[in-house]
């Protein structure tokens, strides 16, 4: 009986490889040139707001997009959404397993506060 390879595939991997195969979340990478809310990536990548906030759930828990926040003038905020990888590299390791690294771009220190803001906002 054939061992069933898939089982032993780490979480990471499957997230980004479910991720890449889909059309929709690929047309969302290429769209996002600057961070964007749900609403203008659904309108740049003519994707149904409904389905472009499943393909945004599902290349943000491949931690492929990284969420923001948008301070309005008005005082609301809303949710922004950007690259977080230069590359993608599949490998295999000593064990002939597949190995997923995600090259990410250096982030600035506004950044990294901003990041700090919005794990902050999700945890309150």
Not at 76 to 100: C, K, P, Q, S
Request: aromatic share 4%; hydrophobic share 40%.
């Amino acid at each position: 009986m054939a061992r069933d390879r898939s089982a032993v595939e780490s979480a990471e991997l499957t997230a980004v490889l479910d991720a890449l195969d889909d059309a929709d979340a690929r047309a969302i990478i290429r769209g996002l040139e600057e961070p964007m809310t749900a609403s203008e990536i659904s309108e740049t990548c003519d994707i149904p707001l409904s389905t472009t906030y499943r393909k945004l759930d599902l290349l943000t828990d491949a931690a492929l997009l990284s969420e923001g926040t948008q301070i309005r003038a008005d005082g609301h905020h809303a949710t922004t959404y950007e690259v977080a990888f230069d590359e993608v590299r599949i490998g295999l390791n000593d064990d002939r397993d597949f190995d997923v690294a995600v090259g990410r771009p250096e982030r600035t220190p506004d950044e990294r506060i901003a990041d700090i803001w919005t794990q902050v906002r999700k945890e309150t």
